[in-house]
């Protein structure tokens, strides 16, 4: 089966995503087939990616577009629709196709992010939490029998993922982590807690990073593990379409078999997963910025003042021409870095670089359109507000702004 079938992009009304799960459903086609005319550049490298963003854009404008603001003010998760993402195969997006996955590579993991996030990147961050935090993650440091236990409802949407790293009292710090899991026999017994975890109310099953002596290990804690339970939700800013909470662990027993590549391997497998999960968080920026900029564009068009369109007016002008030239440069820059991101390619300098440049390309394009659209922007009569609340947190998670400075600093001068 071709990758263009297995994201259903070419697949007939009512045949089924990919061979590899077959509980997923069935395919929905929006119409889009392979026109050979279609240039491919940076941003669409091949046929199937050209038609994965006609397929994702299409859906976004049809289904996510008319949720977003009820779920934000909801403060929830829309589990139907975040579950007719697998239906488009897009759960297991960066997974052989052997497993059940669709194949693909960084590029089309960037795609989805950014058309998702030009409607609702609250829900779009808790697709990133469940397809990239725990499925790329889990998969690519677990086992054969691991795979066979949690990537089938995981893949199908039947589970909700999501991964445990941060803690009350270390962030960024990782290697300060406080939970520890001890050996007991056939189990470990984990003791600690996680917080600000996206997809922690709904979540089924959670990549979990904890202390095994002085090492850090990852393991697989799901809902039927003794001990672990989840806080209420933690009320936020923005990214409303997606819940967070706290994972907490008293004496919870996790069986020995979900250790994830050996005591002492979860810090390789947390950074080769953080490269992804920042490209997959500049692409979100980027959406954002896209939305705004063609909200405001179209706004000082209609909108007259003095007798004229007010995007006549040299302050106008600057909010709209700097918007698109950063938005530009976080475009090419976040496509160019994704051909450089794999299961065997690391590229920590150039993941960093993205998301140090276009996380706060998001938030000062939406402030720039606030400025345009006046009072309206600041009201819920245009989604600007809710976009540009959204916006901020991309400069936190996944690593905040001085991370990445000091990562990028870091990787320079070890390179003289």
């Given at each position: 089966?071709?990758?263009?079938?297995?994201?259903?992009?070419?697949?007939?009304?009512?045949?089924?995503?990919?061979?590899?799960?077959?509980?997923?459903?069935?395919?929905?086609?929006?119409?889009?087939?392979?026109?050979?005319?279609?240039?491919?550049?940076?941003?669409?490298?091949?046929?199937?990616?050209?038609?994965?963003?006609?397929?994702?854009?299409?859906?976004?404008?049809?289904?996510?577009?008319?949720?977003?603001?009820?779920?934000?003010?909801?403060?929830?998760?829309?589990?139907?629709?975040?579950?007719?993402?697998?239906?488009?195969?897009?759960?297991?997006?960066?997974?052989?196709?052997?497993?059940?996955?669709?194949?693909?590579?960084?590029?089309a993991s960037v795609i989805v992010h950014h058309e998702l996030s030009k409607s609702d990147p609250g829900f779009?961050?808790?697709?990133?939490?469940?397809?990239?935090?725990?499925?790329?993650?889990?998969?690519?440091?677990?086992?054969?029998?691991?795979?066979?236990?949690?990537?089938?409802?995981?893949?199908?949407?039947?589970?909700?993922?999501?991964?445990?790293?941060?803690?009350?009292?270390?962030?960024?710090?990782?290697?300060?982590?406080?939970?520890?899991?001890?050996?007991?026999?056939t189990k470990y017994l984990v003791n600690g807690s996680k917080t600000y975890i996206t997809n922690a109310s709904?979540?089924?099953?959670?990549?979990?990073?904890?202390?095994?002596?002085?090492?850090?290990?990852?393991?697989?804690?799901?809902?039927?593990?003794?001990?672990?339970?989840?806080?209420?939700?933690?009320?936020?800013?923005?990214?409303?379409?997606?819940?967070?909470?706290e994972l907490i662990f008293e004496d919870c027993e996790v069986p020995a078999e979900n250790l994830l590549g050996?005591?002492?391997?979860?810090?390789?497998?947390?950074?080769?997963?953080?490269?992804?999960?920042?490209?997959?968080?500049?692409?979100?920026?980027?959406?954002?910025?896209?939305?705004?900029?063609?909200?405001?564009?179209?706004?000082?068009?209609?909108?007259?003042?003095?007798?004229?369109?007010?995007?006549?007016?040299?302050?106008?002008?600057?909010?709209?021409?700097?918007?698109?030239?950063?938005?530009?440069?976080?475009?090419?820059?976040?496509?160019?870095?994704?051909?450089?991101?794999?299961?065997?390619?690391?590229?920590?300098?150039?993941?960093?670089?993205?998301?140090?440049?276009?996380?706060?390309?998001?938030?000062?394009?939406?402030?720039?359109?606030?400025?345009?659209?006046?009072?309206?922007?600041?009201?819920?009569?245009?989604?600007?507000?809710?976009?540009?609340?959204?916006?901020?947190?991309?400069?936190?998670?996944?690593?905040?702004?001085?991370?990445?400075?000091?990562?990028?600093?870091?990787?320079?001068?070890?390179?003289?």
């Amino acid at each position: 089966m071709s990758e263009a079938q297995c994201l259903g992009l070419s697949a007939e009304k009512g045949s089924s995503l990919h061979s590899g799960c077959a509980t997923v459903g069935q395919a929905v086609d929006y119409g889009f087939r392979k026109d050979q005319s279609v240039k491919l550049d940076l941003f669409n490298p091949s046929q199937e990616h050209r038609m994965l963003r006609d397929m994702i854009s299409a859906f976004t404008k049809e289904q996510v577009e008319s949720q977003a603001a009820e779920y934000d003010q909801r403060g929830e998760l829309n589990i139907s629709l975040f579950r007719e993402l697998a239906r488009l195969g897009l759960m297991g997006i960066t997974i052989p196709e052997v497993h059940g996955g669709a194949g693909l590579d960084a590029v089309a993991s960037v795609i989805v992010h950014h058309e998702l996030s030009k409607s609702d990147p609250g829900f779009c961050l808790a697709y990133l939490a469940h397809a990239l935090l725990f499925v790329n993650n889990f998969y690519w440091a677990s086992n054969d029998a691991q795979k066979k236990k949690y990537l089938e409802p995981t893949l199908s949407g039947e589970w909700v993922g999501g991964m445990g790293m941060t803690e009350p009292g270390h962030g960024t710090d990782v290697l300060g982590m406080s939970t520890t899991a001890v050996k007991k026999g056939t189990k470990y017994l984990v003791n600690g807690s996680k917080t600000y975890i996206t997809n922690a109310s709904e979540g089924d099953v959670f990549q979990v990073y904890a202390k095994t002596g002085g090492e850090i290990s990852a393991f697989v804690v799901d809902r039927s593990c003794p001990g672990f339970s989840t806080s209420k939700p933690i009320k936020k800013m923005g990214m409303r379409g997606s819940t967070m909470g706290e994972l907490i662990f008293e004496d919870c027993e996790v069986p020995a078999e979900n250790l994830l590549g050996g005591e002492g391997a979860g810090l390789v497998h947390m950074m080769r997963n953080l490269e992804i999960e920042r490209l997959a968080l500049s692409a979100m920026s980027l959406g954002i910025a896209d939305r705004c900029m063609e909200i405001m564009t179209a706004h000082s068009k209609e909108r007259v003042a003095f007798g004229q369109p007010i995007y006549k007016f040299g302050q106008i002008q600057r909010y709209i021409a700097d918007g698109y030239a950063m938005t530009e440069a976080a475009r090419a820059l976040v496509y160019y870095v994704a051909h450089n991101v794999g299961p065997e390619i690391q590229n920590r300098l150039g993941s960093d670089a993205a998301k140090l440049f276009t996380a706060p390309v998001g938030k000062i394009v939406a402030d720039y359109a606030m400025q345009v659209l006046g009072g309206a922007g600041y009201c819920e009569e245009y989604p600007v507000e809710r976009l540009f609340r959204d916006a901020k947190l991309i400069e936190i998670g996944g690593g905040t702004l001085e991370s990445h400075q000091k990562n990028i600093t870091k990787d320079l001068i070890r390179s003289l």
